[in-house]
C-alpha cells in the first residue's frame, strides 16, 4: 500500500516535509516511522518523545494503516509546543516564538481577553474556567493538527483554566502558514473550534454579585 507522510518542526529539518512510502499490507503507524527513520536515521533519537496522527488524529503507533492515509510525525507538545493548558498569565510572546519556521511568510495571532462589560452591559469583575483537563489537552491538541493538516499551517495555541483578571489573555492562538489566506482561516478555524468542542466553560462574574456561566472560550 502506499501512504503519504508529512513531518513539522525539527523533525522536518532532519529529514522531508513530505514523502510517500510503499508498506506491506497490515503495516502499523509504526512501521511508516521505521520506513521514514531507515532513510533518515537523525530521526532515531526522536522516537520517544514524537506523536504520530493518523488522516489528521492522533493515533497509537501500533494502528494499522490502509491504502492513501494520511500519516503525520510532530514533535513533542511542550517544549516546541504547539498547545497548553495554564494556569498563569500567558506570554503571547512565547507562544508566537515557538513558531519560527522562515519557509512561513504569515502570522496571525490572536489574544482573547477578559473583558470590563458582559454583552448586556453589566460590569464584570473576574472570569473563571473550569475545564475537564484529561479529555481537553487532547481536544486542544486535536484542534491544532486539524488546523495544520487542513491549511498546511503551524498552530501554536495556550488557554487559561482558573481565575482570570479582567484585562488578562484567556486565550491566545498563533497560526503561520505560507501565505495570510491560509493563516488567517487556520486561526479562526481554531478559535471557533474551541468554542465548539473543547470541554471547558466560562464563569462571568459580575459587580451586582450575580454570575453566569456558559461554554467556551
Not at 498547545?83 to 516564538?97: F, M, N, Q, S
Request: charged share 25%; aromatic share 6%; proline share 5%.
Amino acid at each position: 500500500m502506499r501512504i503519504s507522510v508529512r513531518t513539522f518542526a525539527q523533525l522536518r529539518e532532519l529529514s522531508v516535509d513530505r514523502c510517500e512510502l510503499t508498506l506491506a499490507d497490515g503495516a502499523t503507524v509504526a512501521d511508516a516511522w521505521d520506513a521514514l527513520a531507515a532513510t533518515h536515521p537523525g530521526l532515531v533519537p526522536h522516537r520517544p518523545y514524537v506523536r504520530a496522527a493518523r488522516n489528521g488524529a492522533y493515533a497509537p503507533w501500533d494502528e494499522a494503516l490502509a491504502d492513501d492515509d494520511a500519516v503525520a510525525f510532530l514533535p513533542p507538545v511542550s517544549g516546541g509546543a504547539t498547545t497548553a493548558l495554564v494556569t498563569d498569565p500567558i506570554d503571547v510572546g512565547a507562544v508566537e516564538r515557538a513558531l519560527d519556521d522562515l519557509a512561513h511568510g504569515a502570522r496571525v495571532t490572536f489574544v482573547g481577553r477578559a473583558r470590563e462589560r458582559s454583552d448586556d452591559g453589566r460590569a464584570v469583575v473576574e472570569l473563571e474556567y473550569e475545564v475537564y483537563p484529561e479529555m481537553a489537552a487532547t481536544v486542544l491538541a486535536s484542534i491544532a493538527l486539524e488546523a495544520e493538516t487542513r491549511w498546511e499551517a503551524a498552530v501554536s495555541v495556550v488557554h487559561r483554566h482558573g481565575r482570570v483578571a479582567i484585562g488578562e489573555a484567556a486565550v491566545a492562538i498563533v497560526t503561520t502558514a505560507a501565505h495570510r489566506d491560509e493563516a488567517y482561516a487556520a486561526n479562526r478555524f481554531v478559535i471557533e473550534a474551541i468554542k465548539d468542542r473543547l470541554p471547558i466553560w466560562k464563569r462571568e462574574r459580575f459587580a451586582d454579585g450575580t454570575e453566569w456561566t456558559r461554554p467556551g472560550a
